[in-house]
């Protein structure tokens, strides 16, 4: 089979072996795969990478040297089934997984680990009870960002935001509109995204974002407004508590004490924004604790590989907190799946781009020097095209596969 090979940061087409499913293993004709914004740093950082996954306890993440097909954001159909399968779909059922496998030697991160090739290939193998049935009618390009969109729900769900907070997100690159979408498909009613180029402004509308700002001309900050308590000084904080004090002092026949933790349990008092730090770059998280409200959640989805600083008396005196968000869980993971088919969000403004495997290599390219792509997705049955074509933008007029599609024959 055809694939996309990276090693020392090089990208290249490669002939590999058809790979055979092990026990509890399905292997699936790929169909569409997410060029992710991991994979554009781990391309050329794979060996830092690897020290802090083997810091927290996983020793197989890719390295430089290692030769390995990347691709973890996908869809597919079922193509075969290994040893010990329940063989829950019929052949050529449009699936899902969850992007890891196990394996005799533990648990592999696929895309990520010379042990788990990934999507940027014909055919790779998924573990049977991480697979997940796409409902009928779901486009591929759509089904193939259940991954990404499902880390932006889990660092919805990880700031814990509520439909009269006010969030800002920070950052409009394809985690960032995600996360956009999901707060939206949350309900919350004041979303403030801001971003540098004007394309993802752009992009970030038609997501759902009530308010957009370009940082050079307007903070997000002032775009929030007054609204929702927002306390932005300390004397203000202050205030606030002197104020309620005076208040519920006149109210006879109920302390004050007991009626002000009343309020604080209805939610009157002091909040702050839920900030969704989407960049990944040092110095975000410090500008972030420095200009957000006081009170505010910050969840940091960003990845950022290189060390960083922020001042924790700032954060302290502000009384910030700060969460950090990676991944998902299964329940996550599926429900994100279900918002899809039942269209209770509509990811097609992230698709930019389409390219078959010859055309892995230009688009990350196109993804690191640009700023105007948000997600490009590779079809490795896509015919090569010629040289200098433009990727295709995904979306409506892409093919569907659909779930009665019988896999052409295997190339070896």
């Not at 197989?60 to 010990?84: I, N, Q, S, W």
């Not at 970030?204 to 957009?212: K, L, N, P, S, T």
């Not at 700023?371 to 007029?397: F, M």
Request: aromatic share 6%; net charge neutral.
């Amino acid at each position: 089979m055809r694939a996309v090979v990276v090693q020392g940061g090089k990208l290249s087409v490669a002939e590999l072996p058809l790979p055979e499913p092990g026990r509890r293993q399905v292997r699936v004709r790929v169909t569409r795969a997410g060029i992710c914004g991991s994979d554009l740093h781990v391309r050329f950082a794979a060996d830092a990478s690897a020290e802090v996954a083997a810091e927290v306890g996983y020793q197989h993440f890719m390295r430089d040297a290692h030769r390995v097909v990347m691709g973890h954001e996908f869809t597919g159909v079922v193509d075969a089934y290994g040893p010990g399968c329940r063989r829950r779909w019929r052949r050529g059922q449009a699936v899902v997984s969850l992007p890891l496998i196990r394996h005799d030697d533990g648990i592999h991160m696929t895309g990520l680990s010379e042990h788990a090739p990934g999507a940027y290939a014909e055919y790779l193998l998924v573990a049977e009870d991480a697979t997940m049935p796409v409902p009928e009618g779901v486009d591929p390009d759509l089904a193939a960002l259940t991954e990404p969109l499902a880390v932006a729900h889990h660092a919805v769900r990880r700031g814990g935001v509520g439909k009269g907070d006010a969030a800002v997100v920070v950052g409009c690159g394809p985690i960032g509109l995600a996360v956009v979408l999901m707060l939206k498909a949350a309900g919350v009613r004041r979303v403030v995204a801001s971003d540098y180029s004007a394309a993802r402004r752009d992009l970030a509308r038609r997501c759902g974002a009530d308010v957009v700002v370009d940082p050079a001309v307007r903070s997000p900050w002032d775009a929030l407004g007054d609204r929702n308590g927002l306390v932005r000084s300390a004397t203000d904080l202050y205030g606030t508590g002197l104020d309620a004090l005076h208040a519920l002092q006149r109210v006879p026949g109920v302390p004050w004490w007991t009626a002000m933790r009343a309020g604080e349990r209805l939610g009157a008092g002091p909040r702050g924004a839920v900030v969704f730090e989407c960049v990944g770059l040092p110095g975000v998280i410090e500008d972030i604790v420095t200009k957000a409200p006081f009170r505010s959640r910050v969840v940091v989805v960003g990845v950022c590989m290189q060390p960083d600083t922020f001042r924790p008396t700032m954060a302290s005196n502000k009384e910030i907190d700060l969460r950090f968000s990676f991944c998902y869980d299964p329940v996550e993971f599926r429900e994100t799946l279900r918002m899809v088919a039942r269209r209770r969000i509509d990811p097609r403004p992230l698709l930019t781009g389409l390219v078959g495997l010859d055309g892995v290599a230009d688009a990350f390219e196109r993804l690191g020097r640009a700023d105007t792509d948000a997600k490009i997705l590779v079809d490795p049955w896509r015919a090569a095209e010629p040289a200098g074509h433009d990727a295709e933008p995904a979306g409506n007029d892409a093919e569907p596969a659909g779930n009665d599609a019988e896999p052409p024959g295997h190339r070896q």
